[in-house]
């Protein structure tokens, strides 16, 4: 069920039976914000009936966080104006040619370009693909840009990271809290490998947010306290 976050912020946790990540809404005066679309049709559909319960201005965005299929399954059932960056807007692309049976997927994991556990938690949350569409996004940004939804203004920036250079967050600044995705994530088509020096510019951007709530796409929103641990964790890799 939605939860409440903040004033301005509500969020569907996420479930981890079928690898779903969080799903939130931003709401300013003018419009709202929706951060990621979902694993897949029925999880944005999920989403979508949760917030329909809300009172939110009439007009919408989505924006992606990176290209990773658990992120963007559900684009299509958004139907939002959806923001990316140029490189998650590649990736996607790329994903739309893509055969999604049960056997492509097989073959793809046999030959290293899908990894094991991406493959089951698609056929365990989408038994059936075969109708299955992905939309790319249509708003692209190459380094940061910013979006007034009437009071509440949130920046969108590319941190790359291991877990895929394309990764961007999302922050919101009156309500103090910064949307991860999946950034501080390993890289997942290189058992879970960091890299020091990604660890390092990362860090770097993430740290020059004033910010008292964090989230990460597949955890529980933390605070600011709570995270700087998870960041001296990664500082340690490096040193």
Request: charged content about 25%; aromatic content about 8%.
């Amino acid at each position: 069920m939605l939860k409440r976050m903040t004033e301005h912020i509500y969020y569907l946790p996420a479930d981890k039976k079928t690898d779903r990540p969080i799903l939130a809404v931003i709401i300013g005066k003018e419009s709202y914000l929706v951060v990621d679309a979902g694993n897949s049709p029925a999880h944005a559909k999920l989403f979508l009936d949760e917030i329909s319960k809300i009172e939110m201005p009439q007009t919408g965005y989505l924006v992606i966080t990176h290209w990773h299929w658990d992120h963007i399954f559900g684009i299509t059932t958004m139907n939002l104006p959806t923001i990316a960056h140029i490189e998650t807007k590649k990736k996607i692309e790329e994903l739309t040619l893509l055969d999604w049976s049960d056997q492509a997927l097989d073959q793809r994991v046999e030959s290293g370009e899908e990894v094991a556990f991406c493959s089951d938690m698609i056929k365990a949350e989408m038994p059936d693909r075969s109708d299955l569409q992905i939309t790319p996004p249509n708003i692209t940004f190459t380094n940061k840009m910013e979006i007034d939804l009437g009071g509440v203004h949130c920046i969108i920036e590319n941190v790359a990271g291991d877990h895929s250079k394309d990764s961007s967050v999302i922050y919101v600044s009156e309500d103090k809290t910064l949307f991860l995705g999946d950034c501080i994530c390993g890289d997942v088509y290189n058992n879970w490998n960091y890299s020091s020096e990604n660890i390092v510019m990362m860090l770097e951007k993430l740290k020059s947010y004033d910010v008292d709530y964090y989230v990460e796409s597949h955890e529980i929103p933390v605070s600011k306290d709570k995270m700087e641990e998870e960041f001296n964790e990664l500082e340690s890799m490096v040193n």
